[in-house]
């Protein structure tokens, strides 16, 4: 196994570990149960994301990279917007990056 990601909180490191899953590539969040305990233990205690097989690393990189460009892209889209989403034509109000019925990503 190999850490791939280091995450500020539980809800990050889940979102990367189920994007790289959903592109092929097996992943498990380690370190999640010890958010309550960050301060008495060492600084190292965040949730991470670790791959199954370590010579997917630079494959998930490159995908992690790609999901934060998204993000940060994401962040400049009109938020009062609805949009469709791509893969079952559901209206989605504009806050939203992901859509409720089926889970499919707001697409650019």
């Known amino acids: 196994m190999k850490r791939v990601f280091q995450a ?3 809800y990050s490191a889940q979102l990367i570990k189920a ?4 592109n092929g590539i ?3 969040v380690n370190g999640e149960l010890l958010m309550g305990a960050i301060g008495e233990i060492p600084a ?6 670790w791959l199954l097989d370590a010579e997917e690393y630079d494959q998930a990189k490159k995908l992690i990279s790609q999901y934060e460009q998204n ?6 889209v009109n938020k009062d917007v609805q949009w ?3 893969e079952c034509g559901e209206s ?3 806050q ?6 089926c889970g499919g990503p707001r697409v650019p």
């Open 44 to 49: 190292d205690s965040y949730p991470s994301v």
């Open 84 to 86: 469709l989403c791509a």
């Open 96 to 101: 939203f990056s992901q859509c409720w019925k």
């Open 26 to 28: 097996e992943a498990t």
């Open 71 to 76: 993000l940060a892209e994401m962040a400049n």
């Open 92 to 94: 989605i109000e504009g």
């Open 8 to 10: 500020s909180d539980f």
């Open 19 to 22: 994007y790289l899953n959903d």
